[in-house]
C-alpha cells in the first residue's frame, strides 16, 4: 500500500469540526497511521462472519434459529411438562396447546383444578364407552362407515369410542387438510370432547399427514411465542428470536439467508430511522409516486448531449457513450469535475442547494412556487433515496455475478486461496450494507426540521456533513470495488500490485464500515453533539463507544491518488 | 365402491327397513341420485309450527361422513335461523360441530330440536331474531304461525 494514499486523521476534533475550514491533510501522525493499517488488515482477513456490519459490535439482540433447533425447544417444554405432571408428551403437548404454549401456565392450571382442566383439554383418566368384556373376536359396528369390524381393526381416544380405523385415517386426513385447526381434533363420536392427540395422530395418519401434523404443531409454538418472527425472506425458513432489553432498543436483524428487517415492523431494515419514519416516508412515496418521481429513478438524459443514459452500475459517477464521453453526476447532473469540495468531497453529492433554488425563484413569490419547491425538496430526497436503493439492489446483482464469473479466474491467475479473496467480497457485503443505511439517511434527512432555530440549523449542518462523508467514503470504495477488480483479472498486471489492491480494498473497507457504525450511532442520538460541537469528545460521544474515537481517527482524507485513476 | 357411496347406501337400507320408526320424519332418496335427498318433517307440536309438515333438501358431498350434508327448507319458514328466501338452516352440526357419525335421520332430529328451541342471537333471519329478542314472543308466534298455515299446510279445498 502506498503510504501517501491514506492518511488517517487522529485528531478528533477535527471530525466534528465542520463549520471551521478543514484541514485534513494533516499528515503528522505516520506511526499510528502504520498501526491502523494492520488492525485492519487484521480485521478484514479472516473476521468475516457474515453478519451485519452495524450490528456486529453492539450485542447482538437476536439469534436466528433453524426450524430444528426451535423444534429441539418445543421438544424440551413438552418434556418438561410430562415429566412435572406425570403425564405422556402427547397429552402434555395437548395441555401446551390450549395454554398457547405457556408452561407456566399450564403447570398453574393443572395443579389448581386438574379435573376442570382435563376436561376442557378433552383428556379422559377413564373411558367413557366400555368395550365388550369378550374382545377380538367381537365385531362393531363403526358408527361413520356402518361397516361391522373386529375391534382389532378399531381403534380409539382416551374416551374409548370405537371407529374403525380405516375411518380414522380419513377423518384425520380430511382435518389435517382443513388446516391448523386440527390441533385440536375432537373424538368423531356427537358431542364427545376428547382430544385426538398427537400419538393418535401417529398412530392413525398417513406418513405425508403426520409430517404436516407436525409442521401445524411447530407453527403453533412459533406463532403464539412472541419472541420469534418468521424471516420474511422469499423461500426462508429461519426464524429470527429477538431478545428484549438492550440499551436501547434496535431492531434490525440480519437473517442466514442475508436478508435483514426490521423484526418490530417487518419492512426492510432501517436503521438509523425508526419504524414510525418509515412508515410515514412510504406512504409519502406511495402517494407521490404516480407524478415524476420514479420516472426520475432510473434514466436521466446527459446534461451535455441530452441522450438518454441509463444507470446501470453502482456509483454515482457517469461517463456518457462516445462520441460525448461527458462524466457527470447522476444525482445533480453536475459536471463530475466539479464535484469537490463545492458539494462537501469529492465523491459526494448530498448538500440540496437551496440558494440556487431560491434565486429561481425570488421574482414569483406565489403559493405555488412554494408548492413547486416543496416538490423540489421531496425529489431531491426521494431521488437520493430511491437511488441508493436501486444502487444497493445493483450491488448485490454485481457481488453474484463477481463470485460466479470472476472469483475462479482471479484465485487461479493470482494463486489465492478462497479465504484470501474473502477481502472482495467483504467489500461488496459492505457496501450492500452501506447503500441500505445511506438510503435510509436521506428520509432521515427529508424530516430533519428545515428552519428554525440555531440548534435546528445547526443539526442540519451536521447532519449534512455526517452524509456527506459517508457518502463519499462509500463511493469511494464502490468505485475501488467496482472498477479496480478489473485491472488485476489482466496476467499483466504484478502481483505486488494485487497485494496493494488488497491492502487497499480492506482499509477502504474497514474505514467505511466504522464510519458507518459511528454514522448510524449518531443518527439515533438526534444528532445531539451537533448542538455542543466543542463538546466532541462528551462522555456520550466517546467513553460510551470507544469504537467511535477510533473511527474519527481514521476517516482517510487524502484524494488526490483516487482522482486520478477515476476512469470508467 | 366410493366410501361416501357406501355410506349413503346403508342408511338408505336403514330407512327402508325402519320406514314408521320415527313418525315425524320421512326421508327420501332421490330416483336417480343418491347424493340428492328430501325429507318431511312435521312441525314439533306446542309450536307455531305445529300441524305443518316442512319439506327439506340435502345435498350429500363427496366426502359424506367427513364434512356434512348440505340441508335447507323447501317450505317457507319463519325462524330466526333459517333464511328466509333461500331456506338456509343456521345450525351448528351442520358447520364446524359436524360429526361423522351423524346420519341424514339424525341431522332431520336435530334440525326438528331447532324448530322447537330457535337461536335468537345467530339469526338468519332478522326480522324473525329481532321479534324473538326485544321479547316479542307473541308476535315472533303469531308470524311464524300465518307463514305455518300459508306454506306448509294443505289448502282445505
Ligand atoms: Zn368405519
Ligand atoms: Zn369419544
Ligand atoms: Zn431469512
Ligand atoms: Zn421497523
Ligand atoms: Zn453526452
Ligand atoms: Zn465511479
Ligand atoms: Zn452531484
Known sequence: MDSEDYVYDSDADDYYDYSSDKDYNNEDDKVEEEEEEKKMDNIAIGDYDGETRSNKKAKQSYIVLKESDIQQRQENEITEVSNVLSISKAAATALLLQYKWSVCDVQDEWFADEERVRKKVGLFEKPVFLLPKKLRKVELTCSICYENVRISMMGWVSCGHPFCRECWEKYVSVAIEDGVGCLKLRCPEPHCNAMVDRDSIDLFAKEEDKERYSQYLLRSYIESNKKYKWCPGADCEYVVEFCEGGEKEYYDVCCHCSNSFCWNCMDDAHRPVDCETVAKWQLKNSSEAENTAWMLVNTKPCPKCGKPIEKNQGCMHMTCREPCGHEFCWMCLGTWKEHGEMTGGFYACNTFQKNKVEEKYNEAEDIRKRAEKHLEKYTHYYERWAGNESSRKQAVKDLKHMQKYYMGRLSDLRGATEAELKFITEAWLQIIECRRVLKWTYAYGYYLPEDGDKKAKSKRGFFEYLQGEAESNLERLHHCTEKDIHDYLDKKCPDKEFNNFRAKLSGLTTVTRNYFENLVRALENGLEDASSQEACSSQEACSSQEASSKIKSRTPIKRERTKGKRRH | ?157
Open chain 2, 1 to 157: 365402491m366410493q366410501a361416501s357411496r357406501a355410506r349413503l347406501f346403508k342408511e338408505y337400507k336403514e330407512v327402508q327397513r325402519e320406514k314408521t320408526a320415527d313418525p315425524d320424519i320421512q326421508l327420501a332418496c332421490d330416483d336417480s341420485n343418491i347424493f340428492k335427498w328430501t325429507a318431511l318433517i312435521k312441525g314439533p307440536s306446542e309450536t307455531p309450527y305445529e300441524g305443518g309438515v316442512f319439506q327439506l333438501a340435502f345435498a350429500v358431498p363427496e366426502q359424506y361422513p367427513l364434512q356434512p350434508p348440505q340441508v335447507r327448507f323447501l317450505t317457507k319458514i319463519f325462524h330466526p335461523n333459517v333464511h328466509f328466501k333461500t331456506g338456509e338452516i343456521c345450525l351448528d352440526i351442520l358447520k364446524n360441530a359436524w360429526s361423522p357419525a351423524w346420519t341424514l335421520q339424525s341431522v332431520c332430529r336435530a334440525i326438528i330440536a331447532l324448530m322447537a328451541h330457535p337461536e335468537p342471537d345467530s339469526p338468519l333471519n332478522c326480522d324473525s331474531g329481532n321479534l324473538l329478542r326485544s321479547g316479542d314472543i307473541r308476535g315472533f308466534q303469531s308470524m311464524a304461525k300465518m307463514y305455518t298455515r300459508l306454506a306448509a299446510m294443505p289448502k282445505k279445498g
